[in-house]
């Protein structure tokens, strides 16, 4: 079974602060994305990778900055976090091989900007 | 402009009763099209998906989903809730032969009642 694994299901920063979110997974998947959910507007793209050291930016990548230096690993930044970015966070992973490969979502990190 | 709709943003169902979920989707030519579901506190997992074939597709936990080109519709249906159903659901569609670049719809959220 594909694992996705996010490093905190809840977290609670203040404005100002440098935040890390992390995401591995074990499938030696090429693509891994980073995704930002609120209610009322579903799940919407920040920034994904097709390969180490690789990245891209998706629909809302302002005030966000990602990191893969490792394949299974693709960590998002948030280098000054403010109230605006609390939300949920999904991370998300795919091979590359077909076309038709599918993504594999974590289990979230709902992260709270006081 | 591409884009998804769901416009159903709660649906209450007995259990036992039909259900189905409605998508609808603008978008240049045929896409790829998913539903996913996402229950309490955890990531989304992916129930079926629509590449091409026959346009009525199968999925998990009793799921299918029919896609209608004409209607530019591919609802969710199953024939008969159980309570484990209660989930948020996501709509998704993709351009074909690049599932990197999915746009979500803004979910519907299903309660099932005893």
């Known amino acids: 079974d594909v694992k996705v694994t996010q490093s905190s299901r809840y977290l609670v920063k203040r404005t100002g602060e440098k935040v890390f979110l992390e995401c591995v997974q074990d499938m030696d998947h090429e693509n891994m994305f980073w995704y930002r959910q609120d209610p009322g507007l579903g799940l919407r793209l920040i920034y994904f990778?097709?390969?180490?050291?690789?990245?891209e930016k998706g629909d809302i990548p302002e005030g966000y900055s990602v990191s893969r230096e490792k394949k299974e690993r693709f960590s998002l930044i948030l280098e000054s976090a403010s109230t605006n970015q609390t939300s949920m966070y999904l991370c998300?992973?795919?091979?590359?091989?077909?076309?038709?490969?599918?993504?594999?979502f974590g289990p979230g990190t709902r992260l709270t900007v006081l | 402009a591409q884009s998804v709709t769901q416009p159903d943003i709660h649906i209450t169902v007995s259990e036992g009763a039909s259900l189905e979920l409605r998508c609808n989707y603008s978008y240049g030519a045929t896409p790829y099209l998913f539903w996913y579901v996402q229950s309490p506190g955890q990531g989304l997992q992916l129930l079926l998906k629509y590449f091409s074939g026959d346009t009525l597709v199968q999925g998990i936990k009793g799921f299918e989903a029919e896609f209608k080109r004409s209607q530019s519709s591919f609802n969710l249906r199953k024939p008969s809730v159980h309570w484990s159903d209660a989930a948020e659901y996501f709509c998704?569609?993709?351009?074909?032969?690049?599932?990197?670049?999915?746009?979500f719809g803004t979910g519907t959220r299903l309660q099932v009642f005893p």
């Open positions: 998704a569609v993709g351009p074909r032969y690049n599932t990197d670049k999915l746009i």
């Open positions: 998300a992973s795919r091979p590359n091989l077909h076309s038709t490969d599918t993504q594999y």
């Open positions: 990778s097709y390969d180490v050291k690789m990245k």
